[in-house]
């Protein structure tokens, strides 16, 4: 083992909210402190690449990747990566994206030993195929893909379910309020009194918020929520530690039981204003789902819930006692997630805490790289 | 990168509650996803080692350690583990005591590029000239030290803090219950309301549980707590990413500002079946707070707090509302911790579950050693 270790080589693609924040991140490390080499930058538009240069700390990053004039060519790319490899060095490729199509190159990536690190969910929770692809691309090159941001934002959820299930704990449940834009609806909506706003005031306030997509619609088809239940329950299943199990094989996240909260008569409907100009026809529905759970002493929150014990993955709207975690410590947009397990025993580990926004996504896709030092 | 990363040679030594568990657990990975080599078992008056036949996943390993003629030699075990370092092997100390005589072996093992994992507190929470040199010798060979075992048992606690630290966020305060038994304790005693069992009779019904030390003052002085928030504090401001901080540099444990909940007329008696005896004294004194905490809408939490805002490390009983997360959530002996950062904003980042028990502890301590590969 020698004092210092090789610097692991990065190369970022992706420079929007998560992307700006991460490479800022990046910089701001001490250099003394620092075991990374900034490489490479892509946006949309752009690259720049110098291997022998790196990006330096504190160094105004975004006029130069603003004066390049070379296009973002991943096959380029992957060679100039690919060559560093075979020099033996620790390469990484940083996907800030939300694209399903970088998300199809990893496993070109990974199969010539470059890590890719990712708050992604797209790789992860689409076609089974891709993903098989990338366990064997991995296994045969040894480079590593990490995915922590993916679920929870910056929040120790995968990193602790890898954890359990390597170390041979039998988690029998996984149950959460995994979206924080739901978790801000629902925590305004239901708070254990039959009345309070109505349904649509509170989508259309967390809009004007900017806690819901454009289009409230993409938040409320709970496909975010599935997209993070199928990387979990993947995370389990196809474990090498993971010798049997009851949870189904997902073929996407489209497999998970979703129930959507759209309103069957607004499915489809083009624009975010359109939907949120005819949601008010539908709170009496929500109106009396919230007094029925009232009137049981309870809340409503939208929840998943990876069922290993019950070979179950779903996502909906569930009811809780209003002396339940989900409806007294939650609040904000906060995500909380309870792992039920056999050595955990009859109360579960909880982690709790902001899911969503830049600076949290950022900083775990960089305490994903630091795993890599 | 290779497909194949050679394996990890792993030392154990302590084979108590906690030993036995982790040597089952990591006997317990499937051999084909097991990137372990168990090479020696040390306990207090025998030991194993051989390293070209390592002790096989399913192996009776009791009898075989109990079979031993060796005596335990810390010096010739390090000579053997040192060897395998030079022929460029990854090697791993397991300490599994809570051995003060161990831990000051630390930097022997990682100056010479032994790397250390460990659940025993000693090394970390006492004098701080020790855990310097732990710090200068694995920076000096490479070999790294983990210990996330230390607080909060399995709970990531510690990865937290390092990854929110190393990734730049600012750590404002850490509040927390950090003691099962003195979770346990109030839990029982204080739940919002002015009267309620004796606090005698609740630390009584705690030691048989087995929930305390034998001599329950080992727990109510609060050097448990006061060594978890040494550990913490350390891990903050010794981190190379810290470059200043108001923390008080701490000697070590004994200089947390600590209030011990032992009456000063019990302090210094001999056996715990005597303190328990006079305990019943004091219950006046304690259901007086109880009762005021009531009236004011609180309940009772031992807790500690590392304050790095306002630089104060400090253990001891505090008042909070019934509304909060450490009177509604929390119950049975459960660790809860509650990071408060500049990137998570009001609302922090919260890891809670059991914090102490020998399957939780082991859990923990695999888990880092998975960290080594």
Redesign the interface.
């Known amino acids: 083992?020698?004092?210092?270790?090789p610097k692991v080589y990065v190369a970022v693609v992706g420079v929007g909210l998560v992307g700006t924040d991460f490479v800022n991140?990046l910089l701001?490390?001490?250099p003394?402190?620092s075991p990374f080499h900034l490489i490479s930058l892509t946006s949309s538009t752009r690259t720049i690449f110098d291997a022998a240069n790196p990006i330096a700390p504190g160094t105004s990053w975004k006029p130069l990747l603003a004066g390049s004039s070379q296009r973002p060519d991943f096959k380029v790319l992957t060679e100039h990566l690919a060559s560093l490899?075979a020099q033996n060095q620790?390469v990484t490729l940083v996907d800030n994206t939300s694209s399903d199509d970088v998300a199809a190159l990893y496993p070109s990536f990974l199969e010539k030993?470059i890590s890719v690190i990712t708050p992604n969910k797209k790789a992860y929770s689409g076609d089974l195929s891709l993903y098989k692809s990338i366990l064997r691309a991995s296994?045969?090159?040894?480079?590593r893909f990490l995915n922590e941001s993916t679920v929870g934002a910056?929040?120790?959820v995968i990193?602790?379910l890898k954890?359990?299930v390597?170390?041979?704990?039998k988690v029998v449940r996984i149950e959460g309020v995994f979206s924080g834009t739901m978790s801000y609806i629902f925590n305004e909506f239901s708070t254990g009194r039959p009345d309070g706003p109505s349904f649509s005031s509170v989508v259309s306030i967390a809009r004007e918020k900017g806690y819901t997509e454009p289009h409230p619609a993409d938040d409320l088809n709970g496909f975010d929520v599935a997209r993070k239940l199928t990387i979990l329950s993947r995370t389990i299943s196809l474990s090498?530690?993971t010798?049997s199990t009851s949870l189904p094989s997902l073929q996407s996240f489209a497999s998970v039981q979703t129930t959507s909260l759209i309103p069957a008569a607004l499915e489809g409907i083009p624009t975010g204003d359109e939907f949120i100009s005819r949601l008010p026809e539908f709170d009496p529905h929500f109106d009396q789902m919230r007094a029925e759970a009232s009137a049981e002493g309870k809340v409503l929150r939208f929840v998943g819930v990876v069922d290993v014990a019950g070979g179950q993955v779903k996502a909906g709207l569930e009811k809780y006692p209003t002396?339940h975690?989900f409806a007294?410590?939650l609040?904000?947009s906060?995500n909380i997630i309870m792992?039920h397990t056999e050595?955990?025993?009859?109360?579960?580990?909880?982690?709790?805490?902001?899911g969503a926004?830049a600076?949290?996504t950022a900083?775990g896709v960089?305490?994903d790289l630091?795993?890599l030092v």
Chains 1, 2 share one sequence.
Do not use: N, W
């Open positions: 083992m020698s004092a210092i270790s991140q701001s490390i001490p003394h402190a490899v620790k030993g296994e045969t090159s040894g480079a910056g929040l120790p990193s602790t954890e359990l390597a170390t041979g704990d090498p530690q010798t002396s975690p007294t410590s609040g904000g906060d792992f050595r955990y025993g009859s109360r579960p580990l909880i982690v709790q805490g902001a926004g600076a949290v900083m960089l305490g630091f795993k």
